[in-house]
């Protein structure tokens, strides 16, 4: 129900947009997160949007390069990266929380649908 896309390979300093689509739920009723988990690490929560869009939060490693936003009308969130590094490199996904409020340190327990992921590499 969620679909995520538009990873690629990148140089350092070069932009990338996501984007997660959803279908089969009521899209606006639900705050959405992106996470990311490189080789070998665990998952990290990198940003996370709430359910109208008005609040938005990042982790520290982020903030400042990535901009998270959603068009409810399209039923679709976006992550735009900028200035990348090569630790960026990971899989990122999509998914919503059951919730409308964005917070970064909010239970997995809330999470529901995840999309499929998309592979993220920074490299010159």
């Known amino acids: 129900q969620l679909q995520a896309w538009g990873g690629g390979v990148v140089h350092p300093g070069g932009s990338l947009r996501l984007s997660c689509a959803a279908s089969?739920?009521?899209?606006?009723?639900?705050?959405l997160g992106w996470f990311r988990q490189a080789p070998g690490k665990e998952r990290e929560r990198v940003s996370c949007i709430s359910s109208s869009g008005s609040r938005s939060y990042y982790a520290d490693s982020v903030k400042g390069r990535f901009t998270v936003s959603r068009d409810n009308a399209k039923n679709t969130a976006y992550l735009q990266m900028n200035f990348l590094k090569p630790e960026d490199t990971a899989v990122y996904y999509c998914a919503n929380w059951v919730v409308r409020f964005c917070d970064l340190n909010l239970n997995d327990n809330y999470l529901e649908h995840w999309g499929q992921g998309t592979l993220v590499t920074v490299s010159s």
């Open positions: 089969g739920l009521t899209f606006d009723n639900y705050a």
